[in-house]
């Protein structure tokens, strides 16, 4: 089937690419409310964009409430300060991330609803979320309102958390340990990092060996 997207409104477009484009990997995304309490809001619009600098994306839609404020409280908190945390997701923590995205009233601490721990960030004043195995510091290095009531958010990474029992002095990275999941289709499905299989890269020697040229 060819589909032009302009001839789709924007809600059927949404169920093509979250039905396609997947299995997105899932920013937890905490921030710091006006009062200082901490919010945290997922979101699999989101990806890793560079490493130098290293800078990762992530969409934020606006309020389903309508009510006349732009963003959701993740949109105007990292509006507001320049900073925040992304926190990965591990199988461990998924419906625990899944109840930071009930519509809670503009303020509440999702941390303190669903029972996650906040940790002291190195760098910026927000802290990360302790239950997460890996958790990115970031200051805002662009903030993109779009004209359709969303912003694209870059963030330079400038602290990295990984659980101390996930990486080595090598720096290797325990990637079974991780237990990431990634959001799939649909609203409510999931899945694991744990199904993989291994297809390295080539060089042209080895690409021209296997064709034998
Ligand atoms: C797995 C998952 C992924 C989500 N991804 C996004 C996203 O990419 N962009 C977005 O605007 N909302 C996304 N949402 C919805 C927000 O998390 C939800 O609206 C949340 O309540 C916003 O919270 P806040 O107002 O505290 O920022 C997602 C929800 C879930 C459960």
């Not at 903030?143 to 990486?167: T, Y």
């Not at 340990?177 to 609203?187: A, K, P, Q, Y």
């Amino acid at each position: 089937m060819d589909i032009a997207a302009a001839d789709l409104p924007p809600d059927r477009i949404y169920k093509l690419l979250v039905n396609t484009v997947m299995p997105r990997p899932i920013a937890l995304v905490s921030t710091l409310n006006a009062d200082g309490s901490v919010n945290a809001a997922p979101f699999s619009f989101f990806n890793v964009f560079s490493n130098a600098p290293p800078l990762l994306v992530i969409g934020v839609e606006g309020n389903k409430r309508n009510d006349g404020k732009p963003h959701k409280d993740t949109g105007r908190n990292i509006a507001a300060r320049g900073e925040f945390v992304v926190n990965l997701v591990s199988h461990a923590i998924v419906e625990k991330m899944v109840a930071c995205a009930v519509d809670f009233p503009e303020g509440t601490s999702e941390l303190a609803e669903v029972g996650f721990t906040a940790r002291p960030s190195k760098q910026i004043a927000t802290p990360g979320i302790a239950d997460s195995p890996v958790s990115f510091e970031c200051r805002v290095f662009s903030n993109q309102a779009l004209p359709f009531n969303r912003s694209l958010v870059a963030g330079e990474i400038i602290h990295l958390h990984i659980r101390d029992d996930l990486i080595d002095e090598k720096m290797h990275v325990d990637v079974d340990g991780l237990d990431l999941v990634g959001r799939m289709h649909g609203t409510g499905w999931y899945t694991t990092t744990r199904d993989r299989f291994q297809a390295d890269r080539m060089t042209l020697d080895e690409w021209k060996a296997r064709k034998g040229k």
